[in-house]
């Protein structure tokens, strides 16, 4: 089975404009999660996505959107880039509740200049 | 809010047994959690426990919870320089989300 897949996996952009994550869940897996790591902050949760509905968000601005679409694949979206958000973009994917395993993809690396 | 805290760098001898510790401050935590990262890429489940249990046994790894004091540590026993990576306590909250701790640096001495 293949794993999870995040595309691109670096981006380089600057400050105001927007930029869009891809994450394509192991097959069959219908909740996507999708996380910030910095290396001040750690590991934060944005959002969660299941059967195309947020089911839960975390304590972002509204800068930052996601989306899931029918075949269980989801982006994100932040506009108005700021420096602070260079980091890693982690998605993850479990079959269905956030309770089970939760398997991560190798992530996006963002850079905001 | 909540938190999860652990202590950011441990170095251990190859062959010796490594023993990471987490902290957690939600008390209604059903789900806890140890991740690995290895340089460059994404979080690996190694391991998680529910809140009703005190230990759970792996192969090389064992998770030990104290519920009273919200105390989680991970054992590794014979530790290998493969071992080396970030290791990661995740608590899942009453709000289903996953709060992670901010990492444990694990260095392997030769």
């Known amino acids: 089975k293949a794993g999870v897949t995040q595309t691109p996996r670096y981006l380089i952009k600057t400050r105001g404009q927007q930029v869009t994550l891809s994450c394509s869940p192991i097959s069959g897996h219908r909740s996507v999660s999708w996380y910030q790591q910095t290396p001040g902050q750690g590991l934060q949760f944005l959002f969660e996505y299941f059967s195309e509905t947020q089911r839960n968000k975390g304590n972002f601005p509204g800068r930052f959107s996601g989306r899931q679409f029918s075949n269980s694949r989801s982006e994100m979206n932040v506009s108005t880039l700021e420096l602070g958000d260079s980091a890693l973009y982690l998605c993850a994917s479990s079959l269905g509740r956030t309770q089970e395993t939760q398997y991560f993809g190798p992530g996006t690396r963002l850079l905001v200049l | 809010g909540e938190d999860v805290e652990q202590s950011l760098f441990l170095s251990v001898r190859e062959g010796d047994s490594s023993v990471i510790n987490c902290t957690y401050t939600d008390s209604s935590s059903t789900y806890l959690y140890w991740y690995k990262q290895e340089p460059g890429a994404g979080l690996q489940l190694l391991t998680y426990?529910?809140?009703?249990?005190d230990m759970k046994q792996d192969q090389r790894l064992t998770v030990l919870l104290n519920k009273k004091d919200k105390h989680l540590s991970l054992r590794i026993a014979d530790t290998q320089t493969g071992d080396s990576a970030i290791y990661f306590c995740a608590e899942l909250d009453r709000d289903d989300k996953i709060i992670f701790g901010k990492g444990t640096r694990l260095h392997i001495l030769p």
């Open positions: 426990i529910f809140s009703n249990m």
